[in-house]
């Protein structure tokens, strides 16, 4: 009798152990499933966290004036990518809003200092082949040969590629024309030379009739070739009497130290040619900026 109950003891106690063994491997594993189950909600919240912080870093390094998403943003026209925040919106954009030789200005006629030695603007343009493209800020046309000059003060520069402002970028006597044709040139020591020519709402232009019939209505992936070559001289008008001053590029990033030749008479084109652009760009014009102590120089009139 006494041996049986030796013998129930030691199975009630190897009962009992096993049973503690078992509650604490339980208690292991369902503590371990539960960190794995926090794990990644905290890592989540982490996430968010770090998320925070570099975005407060961010935001604390961006002009208060601009909002902070606007860094990586393209530049447009409007909003708060507009103009007004070119400037802001990449470091290579600041001379938009730091630089002192901005274009486009007005053109105050009884302002502009005549130069009776200025030399006449010369152009060596020619029918030629181009593509065109709707690269989201206008229509360019870029030209498929380096043929094509213009030769002011001595320097030859080659046309690149031609677009449209509506309405025009520089005003006249403190009015804009109702679009504005800028033709860009490059010299060989990379210098940049720009001949604008205002253009006026009155017959139609058949000289742009094979731009018109292509106009890209949507932004474009790849330059579309055009089907007819571009009769480049018939793009402007006869008399190329010029004013000229030392500008800027009127998109980002600014850039200075542009020639800039206006002419002073402009070229027609119909209501519904300009209507036409315009439904692409309603309004794809720089507003004009402060000509400070620049000389506006005028052609002596034969």
């Given at each position: 009798?006494?041996?049986?109950?030796?013998?129930?003891?030691?199975?009630?106690?190897?009962r009992?152990?096993?049973?503690?063994?078992?509650?604490?491997?339980?208690?292991?594993?369902?503590?371990?499933?539960?960190?794995?189950?926090?794990?990644?909600?905290?890592?989540?919240?982490?996430?968010?966290?770090?998320?925070?912080?570099?975005?407060?870093?961010?935001?604390?390094?961006?002009d208060?004036a601009?909002?902070a998403?606007?860094?990586?943003?393209?530049?447009?026209?409007?909003?708060?990518?507009?103009?007004?925040?070119?400037?802001a919106?990449?470091?290579?954009?600041?001379?938009?809003?730091?630089?002192?030789l901005?274009?486009?200005?007005?053109?105050?006629?009884?302002?502009?200092?005549?130069?009776?030695?200025?030399?006449?603007?010369?152009?060596?343009?020619?029918?030629?082949?181009?593509?065109?493209?709707?690269?989201?800020?206008?229509?360019?046309?870029?030209?498929?040969?380096?043929s094509?000059?213009?030769?002011?003060?001595?320097?030859?520069?080659?046309?690149?590629?031609?677009?449209?402002?509506?309405?025009?970028?520089?005003?006249?006597?403190?009015?804009?024309?109702?679009?504005?044709?800028?033709?860009?040139?490059?010299?060989?020591?990379?210098?940049?030379?720009?001949?604008?020519?205002?253009?006026?709402?009155?017959?139609?232009?058949?000289?742009?009739?094979?731009?018109?019939?292509?106009?890209?209505?949507?932004?474009?992936?790849?330059?579309?070739?055009?089907?007819?070559?571009?009769?480049?001289?018939?793009?402007?008008?006869t008399?190329?009497?010029?004013?000229?001053?030392?500008?800027?590029?009127?998109?980002p990033?600014?850039?200075?130290?542009?020639?800039?030749?206006?002419?002073?008479?402009?070229?027609e084109?119909?209501?519904?040619?300009?209507?036409?652009?315009?439904?692409?760009?309603?309004?794809?014009?720089?507003?004009?900026?402060?000509?400070?102590?620049?000389?506006?120089?005028?052609?002596r009139?034969?």
């Open positions: 009798m006494q041996e049986n109950g030796r013998k129930k003891t030691v199975i009630h106690r190897c009992l152990t096993f049973i503690a063994v078992l509650i604490t491997l339980t208690t292991a594993c369902s503590n371990e499933q539960l960190q794995q189950v926090n794990e990644p909600q905290n890592s989540q919240v982490n996430h968010v966290n770090q998320h925070n912080t570099n975005t407060s870093n961010v935001n604390s390094s961006i208060s601009v909002p998403q606007a860094h990586t943003m393209h530049w447009s026209y409007e909003g708060e990518t507009g103009p007004e925040y070119w400037g919106l990449e470091d290579d954009y600041s001379t938009c809003k730091r630089g002192q901005q274009s486009p200005i007005n053109i105050e006629h009884n302002k502009l200092t005549t130069v009776n030695d200025l030399q006449p603007l010369k152009l060596n343009y020619h029918t030629s082949k181009a593509h065109i493209v709707n690269n989201g800020h206008t229509i360019q046309l870029n030209i498929d040969n380096n094509n000059q213009m030769i002011l003060e001595d320097t030859k520069y080659t046309l690149n590629q031609f677009h449209f402002h509506h309405p025009s970028e520089h005003q006249i006597d403190g009015k804009h024309t109702e679009m504005e044709l800028h033709l860009v040139h490059k010299s060989e020591t990379g210098q940049t030379a720009v001949l604008g020519v205002p253009i006026i709402s009155e017959q139609e232009n058949e000289a742009f009739e094979s731009i018109w019939n292509q106009l890209p209505q949507q932004e474009t992936k790849e330059p579309i070739s055009l089907e007819q070559p571009i009769d480049i001289p018939s793009l402007l008008p008399d190329l009497h010029s004013i000229r001053y030392t500008g800027s590029l009127t998109t990033p600014c850039s200075e130290e542009v020639s800039w030749v206006v002419l002073d008479h402009p070229i084109m119909s209501q519904a040619q300009i209507a036409k652009f315009a439904e692409i760009f309603p309004d794809n014009h720089r507003p004009i900026q402060p000509l400070l102590d620049r000389s506006v120089q005028s052609e009139v034969e």
